[in-house]
T-cell receptor, first 115, second 116 residues
Framework: AQKITQTQPGMFVQEKEAVTLDCTYD???????LFWYKQPSSGEMIFLIY??????QNATEGRYSLNFQKARKSANLVISASQLGDSAMYFC????????????FGTGTRLQVFP | GAGVSQSPSNKVTEKGKDVELRCDPI?????LYWYRQRLGQGLEFLIY????????KSGLPSDRFSAERTGESVSTLTIQRTQQEDSAVYLC??????????????FGPGTRLTVL
């Protein structure tokens, strides 16, 4: 079974609008972490936001927020006020447990922001 | 400060040849990770190091793949007898600590390997 599922291969959003990128996960470990990374066409991986399984509040970092619904095992990324520079691939990833930091990645969502 | 660096940035090789990919993590980062990203795909975990030991090698695809780390710093990923399916971008990442609630992994720019 897929550990991380991103069902949207591609998304379009108009500049200044908000967009939600979906991510669902599967784990039986009560302790886990969820990450979102941005990968522009240049290829580097840019860390955006982190949510721990025990965190009581949804994570926020500037224009990025994570809609964490633990019972549904979803961790959707919300980008507010989209900018042209937000056009990139976005990957959701999970770290299971606390004994390893290896990340399990989803297949990604390509976001395109248009004027 | 300097980030994670990888060399070479691009490597083209012939099927059957051996290749070595190098990663220089951020100074002081004890944990180092190797991932592979095939074209249009997400990242696949290969191996990680805590210090110079590798507690988890579960992602290495075959015994043609090996990695080592020396001096709790530089790591080398070696692919022997390369095959065309090895063509991918190989990404290295490092983090300050292993385990715990939150450890951001800092990624290098990757090495693009093309096997002809």
């Amino acid at each position: 079974a897929q550990k991380i599922t991103q069902t949207q291969p591609g998304m379009f959003v108009q500049e200044k609008e908000a967009v939600t990128l979906d991510c669902t996960y599967d784990t039986s470990d009560p302790s886990y972490g969820l990450f979102w990374y941005k990968q522009p066409s240049s290829g580097e991986m840019i860390f955006l936001i982190y949510q721990g399984s025990y965190d009581q509040q949804n994570a926020t970092e500037g224009r990025y927020s994570l809609n964490f619904q633990k019972a549904r095992k979803s961790a959707n990324l919300v980008i507010s006020a989209s900018q042209l520079g937000d056009s990139a691939m976005y990957f959701c990833a999970m770290r299971e447990g606390q004994k390893t930091d290896k990340l399990i990645f989803g297949t990604g969502t390509r976001l395109q922001v248009f004027p | 400060g300097a980030g994670v660096s990888q060399s070479p940035s691009n490597k083209v090789t012939e099927k059957g040849k051996d290749v070595e990919l190098r990663c220089d993590p951020i100074s002081g980062h004890t944990a180092l990770y190797w991932y592979r990203q095939r074209l249009g795909q997400g990242l696949e975990f290969l191996i990680y190091f805590q210090g110079n030991s590798a507690p988890d090698k579960s992602g290495l695809p075959s015994d043609r793949f090996s990695a080592e780390r020396t001096g709790e710093s530089v790591s080398t990923l070696t692919i022997q007898r390369t095959q065309q399916e090895d063509s991918a971008v190989y990404l290295c990442a490092s983090s300050l600590l292993l385990g715990g609630a939150y450890n951001e992994q800092f990624f290098g720019p990757g090495t693009r390997l093309t096997v002809l």
